[in-house]
């Protein structure tokens, strides 16, 4: 009986927090989750070309990156020099554990890193696939635009300091 009773309980622990706010998804309900092509054409821009990145790239951010896979691949078949689209699928890919498959769209992405976030994932895809060398030097290149960031923003703070008149 000991058993069943500590069975309930850890159940019951692991259960959540009924007064906990609810975290809904935006795409959840099937009306809010059409089918592929009915979604590209729903995100279709006037410049021609169309937001399937947008709509991967939003999944993403909503920790779905099995559902962003296909809407960042279709972005990249219709426009393979769309770089936010790779540096988007690398990360997807990362975070599913994909790691080698990761790393050729995140290393073309590369000049897009302004904050070094993609050489920091990089590094990471490098330690995990036991590339020890490719790691450290990704890690190193995102600590120099770390420091060059923190450089930068204390030049500005420094030129924005209002001072006593000459």
């Given at each position: 009986m000991s ?5 309930i309980?850890?159940a019951v622990?692991?259960?959540p927090?009924?007064?906990a706010?609810?975290?809904f ?5 099937p009306?809010?989750n059409?089918p592929?092509?009915q979604a590209i054409?729903?995100?279709?821009h006037?410049?021609g ?7 991967g790239?939003s999944l993403l951010?909503?920790?779905e990156?099995e ?8 972005a990249l ?8 689209a790779d540096?988007s ?5 990362s975070?599913?554990g994909?790691?080698?498959?990761a790393?050729?769209?995140l ?9 070094g976030?993609l050489y920091?994932?990089?590094?990471r895809?490098y330690?995990?696939m036991g590339?020890?060398?490719k790691a450290t030097?990704?890690?190193?290149k995102?600590?120099?635009i770390?420091?060059q ?6 030049a500005?703070?420094r ?5 006593p008149?000459?």
């Open positions: 058993g069943l009773i500590r069975t309980i850890e622990r692991r259960a927090d009924p007064a706010p609810v975290q998804s935006l795409f959840a309900t009306e809010e059409p592929l092509r054409e729903f995100y279709r006037a410049h070309w169309s937001n399937r990145f947008i709509a790239d951010r909503l920790e990156p559902k962003a896979m296909a809407y960042l691949k279709t078949g219709s426009d393979p020099s769309l770089l936010a540096a699928l690398g990360l997807a890919l975070r599913l994909n790691h080698a498959a790393v050729p769209h290393e073309k992405a590369l000049e897009l890193d302004e904050d976030s920091y994932q990089l590094g895809a330690q995990a590339q020890r060398e030097a990704a890690m190193a995102y600590q120099e770390l420091k960031a923190e450089e930068q923003k204390e500005v703070a030129e924005a300091q209002i001072g008149p000459r």
